[in-house]
């Protein structure tokens, strides 16, 4: 998509978007990853942007685990982290960019919405640098291959225009480092790094599940650092909510001033959102990104 340079016409500016930082909306592959379902999170992204500018990240990991196994490519992973070759992140960029990012922003358009489909490719949405080897529970050391971590960084100008210009970005949780590399990355983590670039007032972590669950099944509330700690220590949580918690803590490390993990099948409305908001303390300098990526899509 071609964007006006300075001193071209502009389209107007929304005045909504530029009185207030945007939502950041990271949303589960299971809230997308059929017609049906991007629809009806379609029509809650459409309300909640009547309010509010957002910025939607989305995974696609079921979908992209069904088009490995029709390739006949294992999914390979370590303690819940996709292992990712050439040819899966191949696929990778193919479901995620051609077909849930396709689906997810024609149905936010039929829904009212102008909406348009970016990756983190896209003027370095989602810029990355590759993962570190990684040290398994085994003990062993296994190289998660094309698998980025997203870094620090300023807030992408597209993005900016995009929402003065009243559009609703979507973007696909896909990295890509300095060099141009493209990486597999989580959407947490994606999302997270990306509310801190964009010093959005809030990150919402969308999925099935209404919040971070105790051992009884029971939603929690609020999570500050100890409570994360203690929950990972325990044990209490799968893999894929560990990432979502270390997300969430570096956004609010990072000043993102509202972190909520919450379901997102019935509202994305903030008032009415149920879900485990999670405080973090301030670090006095930049925090550091978010762990190595889990599955995408998680």
Not at 142 to 163: H, I, K, M, N, T
Not at 185 to 203: E, P, R, S, T
Request: proline share 5%.
């Amino acid at each position: 998509m071609g964007c006006a340079e300075e001193g071209d016409t502009a389209v107007p500016e929304s005045p909504q978007a530029v009185a207030a930082g945007p939502i950041v909306l990271k949303l589960g592959g299971e809230l997308v990853d059929s017609t049906t379902a991007a629809e009806r999170t379609a029509a809650l992204i459409a309300r909640g942007a009547s309010q509010r500018p957002i910025v939607v990240v989305h995974g696609g990991g079921r979908e992209i685990d069904a088009e490995l196994a029709k390739a006949g490519l294992d999914k390979r992973a370590v303690d819940g982290l996709r292992i990712t070759d050439q040819a899966t992140l191949d696929v990778v960029v193919g479901v995620l960019a051609g077909r849930v990012n396709t689906r997810l922003v024609a149905a936010v358009t039929q829904a009212g919405v102008p909406a348009v489909g970016l990756t983190g490719a896209d003027d370095g949405i989602g810029l990355c640098r590759r993962a570190e080897p990684y040290c398994a529970l085994d003990g062993s050391t296994v190289d998660l291959g094309f698998v980025g971590q997203p870094v620090s960084a300023e807030a992408p100008r597209l993005l900016d225009r995009l929402r003065r210009a009243g559009y609703t970005p979507i973007v696909a949780c896909i990295g890509v480092t300095e060099d141009g590399q493209l990486l597999n990355v989580n959407a947490d983590a994606l999302a997270a790094q990306l509310a801190v670039n964009l010093k959005a007032g809030w990150l919402v972590i969308a999925g099935t599940t209404p919040g971070v669950l105790d051992s009884d099944g029971r939603p929690v509330a609020r999570l500050d650092d100890a409570g994360i700690d203690d929950l990972k220590a325990r044990g209490d949580v799968s893999a894929g909510m560990v990432a979502k918690l270390d997300a969430c803590r570096m956004a609010s490390q990072g000043g993102v001033e509202a972190v909520v993990i919450a379901d997102g099948r019935e509202t994305i409305d903030l008032e009415l959102l149920p879900g485990t908001v999670v405080a973090a303390r301030r670090s006095p300098i930049d925090a550091p990104g978010a762990t190595a990526s889990q599955e995408s899509g998680s």
